[in-house]
């Protein structure tokens, strides 16, 4: 595999996972309106408030996944999720080019 192949496929998985990190997070029941219910959005949000006496507490990752469904993504979260998507996408891009390897 070349490194223009590598580079591609690791730009394409940065990209792909900001574009459908939204469509994720609106699957998962977190939306604009709010959490689903009965959504997996509406599981997570129970057992939290059980844990934590009743509420949601503020900076946990219910919050902070319905606020990104509701509001979208800041600019740091865009970063992380290209980042991880960008390291998936050069960890899948030299998993191929190893067994190529291997099977010559």
Known sequence: MSRGQIIGITAGA???????????????????????????AAGMMSSAAITSGGGVATGSLVALLQSA??????????AGVASVGGAAGALVSGAVGFLKRMRK
């Open 14 to 40: 940065a990209a792909g996972a900001v574009l459908l990190a939204p469509v994720a997070l609106s699957m998962a029941g977190f939306t604009a309106a709010g959490i689903t219910a009965g959504s997996m």
């Open 69 to 78: 469904g509701a509001a979208g993504m800041s600019a740091t979260a865009t």
